[in-house]
């Protein structure tokens, strides 16, 4: 059985907006180059406050990828990985370090 992924939609927590704008940029270009189309891009800041101040601040992005088009998809799934980096101290490696 052919199968074909139509689109994704992913949400991304990066530490700050210059890593957003970069995951941003990143995200477009594999979408050029892949012959994809980046359909949608957002990033939200969010904080976390004590006692009224900021300990904590971050960006969530969510993007959507668009594959193929349901009424012709060209391009078939060979298959869908998400390879997690489990059981290591998150300040032994950072998130895009393969294992």
């Known amino acids: 059985m ?3 992924l139509l689109k994704n939609t ?3 927590f990066v530490d700050t907006e210059d890593d ?3 995951l941003h940029k990143e995200y477009e270009e594999y979408a050029r180059n892949n012959d994809y189309i980046l359909s949608a ?3 939200t800041y969010h904080t976390k406050k004590e006692k009224g101040e900021i300990v904590k601040e971050w960006w969530v ?3 959507t990828l668009i594959f193929n088009d349901s009424k012709e998809p060209a391009i078939p799934l060979e298959n ?3 390879k997690m980096q489990t059981k290591i101290p998150i300040d032994m490696v950072s ?3 393969e294992v």
Do not use: H, R
Request: proline fraction near 5%; hydrophobic fraction near 40%; charge should be negative.
């Open 80 to 82: 869908i990985e998400f």
């Open 20 to 22: 957003a704008n970069t």
């Open 41 to 43: 891009w957002s990033q």
């Open 2 to 4: 052919i199968k074909y």
């Open 95 to 97: 998130p895009w370090d």
């Open 10 to 12: 992913a949400e991304i």
């Open 61 to 63: 992005c969510k993007c």
